[in-house]
């Protein structure tokens, strides 16, 4: 699958109701394509100013459908569309004690936080010391100060707030995290891009059984950002090729 085509940095020009009405456009989009479902969902990425979570040099394209880069070594907010594609299967839904590998810009943590209200939980783990600095200015700034942020490998998730109804991972993997699929909730569901021996990235779906078993579907392809180990860390099941973690940007 080919990358996505960056475009180019400039100084930002759209006003903040230019910004207003692309965001709008974008929801009915979103809706129309059957992507957008959930009223809540709907009304958090109506109210996140997914502009705030953008370099200034790419602010300007904030609603289109390509990811974008942001500070730190292989980080980019995914594009706008991104976001109803992993939240709706997972049926994120108020109160929910929610989980984020991969923080970026902070925009996917904001839009869980009016998801689960005050009655929910948003933690989010980044590895890349830049990128969780510029989320966390970015939530701060936004008024979100009670989203955990977690600087660390999220391969390891965050036992001290477990358990989580539900995980996102946001980077793609080459095997589920087991200790992710422990943190999981009895009834809880996580969605990942997980690469299959073709070197493809197809988002699945896992929900945790009663009985602790888990249940796996597979949604479509995508291309995401790889999530990566620190160095020292121990190796996943499949080594990753190179090519797979060059900056790929996310659907
Ligand atoms: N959810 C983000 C987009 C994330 S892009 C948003 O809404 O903007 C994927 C992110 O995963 C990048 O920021 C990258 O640095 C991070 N990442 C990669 N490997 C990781 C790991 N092992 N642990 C935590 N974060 C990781």
Redesign the pocket.
């Known amino acids: 699958m080919a990358g996505w085509r960056i475009p180019p940095p400039r100084a930002p020009t759209r006003t903040g109701s230019a910004h207003a009405h692309d965001r709008e456009r974008k929801v009915r989009e979103l809706e129309a394509d059957g992507l957008l479902c959930s009223p809540r969902i709907k009304a958090a990425l109506l109210k996140v100013k997914r502009e705030d979570?953008v370099p200034p040099e790419y602010r300007d394209y904030a609603y289109e459908e390509v990811p974008l880069p942001?500070p730190?070594?292989?980080?980019?907010?995914?594009c706008p569309h991104s976001y109803p594609l992993f939240y709706e299967p997972l049926g994120l839904d108020l109160g929910h004690r929610f989980l984020?590998?991969?923080?970026?810009?902070?925009?996917?943590?904001a839009v869980a936080r009016e998801v689960v209200g005050n009655a929910g939980l948003v933690v989010s783990?980044?590895?890349?010391p830049l990128?969780h600095a510029f989320a966390r200015g970015n939530l701060e700034r936004a008024g979100y100060r009670d989203v955990v942020l977690v600087l660390?490998?999220?391969?390891h998730g965050h036992a001290a707030a477990a358990p989580f109804d539900r995980i996102a991972i946001?980077?793609a993997c080459e095997e589920i995290p087991p200790p992710l699929v422990d943190q999981l909730a009895s009834g809880g569901r996580l969605i990942a891009p997980v690469v299959d021996a073709q070197g493809r990235q197809v988002l699945t779906l896992l929900t945790k059984r009663a009985d602790g078993s888990t249940l796996r579907e597979e949604l479509c392809e995508v291309l995401?950002?790889?999530?990566?180990?620190p160095a020292g860390a121990a190796p996943t099941s499949r080594a990753a090729p190179a090519a797979r973690q060059r900056r790929a940007g996310?659907r």
């Open positions: 979570f942001l730190g070594a292989a980080a980019t907010i995914s984020e590998i991969g923080t970026g810009s902070g925009y996917g943590a783990v980044e590895l890349d990128t660390g490998d999220g391969w946001t980077a995401y950002v790889a999530l990566r180990r996310s």
